[in-house]
């Protein structure tokens, strides 16, 4: 979308935090409490913004605020400008030898099992580097990627409609779960087709572990007796531990998020085994940080974690 401004007066760098914040937000009295400044100004400035290209940068829809497409136009760009600044501070540090910058990251919920073990590892790598971590639903953060917000996300399942460079980095295997005193558990392996009669409780479309599971049943002649559909690893957890169904699970969520009550079986065909993806939108700029991060989560990221596991379960 092309954009032409009703004079030859910029937005100003107030106001593309201003549409950062908003899209993160989307409640201006929250956008104003995490600005600092007073929510009449905050109304003033959007409104200033939105004479200024002659469009509104934002809607209501129901009862929260969204970006319009020239919000969105404008929140690309404001995405860019603060990137390119960001970029030359680290540059300017790294011809004195030093990594710093702020590292932006947006994960899909499953990743916050494992992923903060490995920041905290690059984080004493490289003290003067600033982390900001984005966790949210796989709606949530393709929308992140859609919009180029961050250095890097990371999925199992990678979205079709953004040009994006990947990189596997790390094993996952996808399990299934039930209560602990499950008639299943008592079984020494559990066939697909007696799998099927039981109801699950399953991730929200588009999210791996669902997908994943719903192909391998499709390739058997089988579909899923889906009871329930819960868009968060935790919750799933509790809902099986309190006998509602059985479910799948990625195995890093039961790896370092340990919930009493319910039991891994072992099910034909199972686990399902994928990769986990470090993500980057493909019209990111790179940056040296940028490629320190993605060189160390390569060579280091399943060493850490396997070296996590087993000492959980010692």
């Not at 004195?96 to 590892?121: E, M, N, R």
């Amino acid at each position: 979308m092309s954009l032409s401004l009703q004079s030859n007066r910029q937005p100003t760098m107030r106001q593309l935090q201003l549409i950062q914040a908003l899209a993160r937000y989307q409640n201006l009295s929250v956008v104003a409490e995490n600005l600092h400044i007073s929510q009449p100004s905050v109304s003033i400035q959007l409104k200033n913004l939105s004479e200024l290209i002659g469009l509104p940068v934002y809607q209501m829809q129901g009862r929260k605020l969204t970006l319009t497409d020239a919000g969105k136009a404008v929140l690309r760009s404001a995405n860019t400008i603060f990137q390119s600044l960001d970029n030359l501070k680290t540059d300017i540090d790294n011809l004195q030898g030093v990594i710093t910058g702020t590292l932006l990251i947006s994960v899909v919920t499953t990743a916050q099992y494992f992923l903060p073990l490995l920041l905290a590892a690059f984080a004493k790598r490289h003290p003067k580097v600033e982390i900001k971590l984005e966790i949210g639903n796989r709606e949530n953060i393709q929308s992140r990627l859609l919009e180029n917000s961050d250095d890097f996300y990371i999925f199992s399942n990678i979205p079709q409609n953004v040009q994006v460079i990947e990189t596997p980095f790390l094993e996952n295997e996808v399990v299934v779960v039930v209560p602990e005193n499950h008639e299943l558990a008592q079984f020494p392996k559990v066939s697909l087709t007696r799998l099927s009669h039981y109801p699950f409780i399953l991730r929200e479309a588009g999210s791996g572990t669902r997908e994943y599971t719903v192909e391998l049943f499709k390739q058997h002649g089988l579909s899923l007796n889906e009871k329930m559909t819960i868009a968060s690893s935790e919750a799933i957890k509790q809902a099986v531990a309190a006998g509602l169904g059985i479910s799948v699970l990625s195995k890093h969520s039961l790896d370092f998020g340990i919930m009493p009550g319910i039991k891994i079986i072992n099910v034909e065909h199972f686990p399902i085994r994928s990769k986990w993806r470090l993500v980057q939108n493909a019209s990111r700029q790179p940056t040296l940080l940028a490629d320190a991060f993605h060189k160390f989560m390569v060579e280091n990221g399943g060493e850490i974690l396997a070296s996590a596991v087993q000492n959980n379960q010692q």
